[in-house]
């Protein structure tokens, strides 16, 4: 977040389907990581720094 500061107040939350299976099941992913903003998947499986700043940047559009 020191990169870029105006994501720090963004709500993230980590789902581990082993841990959390009843809420890994409200979502439709195949690959993980899956990102989601709201309810709807931003981006799914292995992502590079630009996508996890789309991601961010859809957030903030939220």
């Known amino acids: 977040m020191k990169e870029t500061p105006k994501y720090k107040d963004i709500p ?4 581990d389907e082993t841990y959390d299976p009843d809420t890994a099941e409200l979502y439709d992913y195949y690959y993980v990581p899956a990102y989601y903003v ?3 998947k931003a981006q799914g499986g292995a992502a590079s ?4 700043h789309r991601v961010f940047e859809k957030a903030l559009e939220e």
């Open 38 to 40: 709201e309810e709807e």
């Open 12 to 15: 993230v939350r980590i789902v």
């Open 49 to 52: 720094k630009e996508d996890i």
